[in-house]
């Protein structure tokens, strides 16, 4: 594993010494910290198949490199600035006069993206794909396909935002209108994950907001059980938090799945003392899931008596608030940089 981080510095060190301009430097820095393709990310994604102390010596070295080589990348963009500066005073005046504009810090990523990207890994590493839809869409895919017809209560519960002269369109309440399109999608057997943002009439308190992000996953097979649902987002749950975490059941009513219920995890925010964030209960109420109904199979062209399935859906903002230890959800859409800057 050292191998490859040798090779990587190696690499990185003489490139940087190959560039001419900012925008050589930009395609550098993409190269090896992009998300998707950078070279570091890819190489950090072997953490989770090492354990003990393998795991913690390479994670040590890997954060060292990363550190070495941003710092690097900045003191090589000053240098390029300055040059361009310099060959610009020898081309035109300045108004030494102008006032010296701010400079300000880089910026990082929102606490509820840490946590949708730390859930797309879990999943993938669980063999999930993910997948992203579409937040204006039908009313077949958000209500029609879950076996939501016009005259059902839940549309009621829903609390949707319709739009003018289009009642046939909405802005999507939940992603479960990705279920049916991705069956229709790719077929069976099928495992798959499809977080995004959702949107809702709600009005506003600790621990609801109008707007916010769900990750919701299904799989469909043969012969799934509750056993199958409980075991996988037990293993979601663990994988962003690094420890076991205590959920309970409930029985619960969702049009698209059957039999349904509710899941709490204990809060991690007051180890089930009682706050702000679980509504003083000390469990917070964290998805909703169920076996998928059969109507929805069949509604995506299968047959529900050899094909079955499982689908479940949860509240990306309460995760993040679990993580991070924020006991009111409307600080996270704030926009408050003071509370921001923390993570």
């Not at 003489?14 to 550098?28: A, F, N, R, W």
């Not at 012969?223 to 205590?246: A, F, M, P, S, W």
């Not at 219920?261 to 209960?281: N, P, Q, R, T, Y």
């Not at 909703?288 to 509240?315: N, R």
Request: proline residues 4%.
């Amino acid at each position: 594993m050292n191998s490859q981080l040798g090779k990587i510095k190696q690499e990185f060190f003489k490139s940087l010494e190959e560039i001419k301009d900012v925008l050589q430097l930009e395609k550098l820095e993409n190269e090896f910290f992009s998300r998707k393709s950078g070279k570091m990310n890819e190489v950090m994604k072997v953490l989770k198949d090492l354990v003990g102390e393998a795991r913690k010596e390479f994670g040590i070295l890997a954060n060292e490199l990363k550190i070495e080589m941003e710092k690097k990348l900045a003191e090589k963009k000053q240098e390029l600035n300055q040059e361009k500066l310099g060959s610009l005073i020898q081309e035109e005046e300045i108004d030494v006069t102008e006032p010296k504009l701010p400079i300000h810090e880089g910026g990082h990523l929102h606490p509820e993206t840490k946590v949708l990207w730390e859930m797309e890994d879990v999943a993938r590493s669980m063999g999930f794909i993910v997948e992203d839809g579409p937040e204006l869409d039908s009313d077949y895919y958000c209500f029609e396909a879950l076996n939501i017809p016009k005259t059902h209560p839940a549309r009621d519960s829903q609390d949707t935002f319709y739009i003018k002269d289009h009642p046939e369109w909405c802005m999507r309440p939940h992603v479960s209108n990705m279920q049916v399109r991705l069956l229709q999608k790719y077929g069976v057997p099928l495992r798959a994950a499809y977080p995004g943002r959702v949107f809702r009439n709600e009005a506003t308190d600790a621990s609801h907001e109008h707007t916010f992000y769900q990750f919701e996953a299904l799989v469909v097979g043969k012969d799934i059980n509750i056993g199958h649902l409980v075991g996988i987002i037990k293993e979601l749950l663990r994988g962003l938090y690094n420890t076991d975490v205590e959920v309970r059941l409930r029985p619960g009513y969702f049009p698209f799945v059957e039999p349904g219920f509710e899941m709490d995890m204990k809060c991690l925010i007051c180890h089930g003392v009682g706050c702000g964030a679980c509504k003083h209960s000390g469990w917070v109420e964290t998805l909703g899931c169920g076996l998928m109904h059969p109507k929805v199979i069949e509604g995506a062209g299968f047959d529900s008596k050899v094909w079955t399935g499982l689908a479940f859906g949860m509240g990306l903002t309460r995760l993040a608030m679990q993580k991070y230890k924020i006991d009111n959800i409307r600080l996270l859409q704030s926009g408050d940089l003071n509370f921001l800057k923390q993570f």
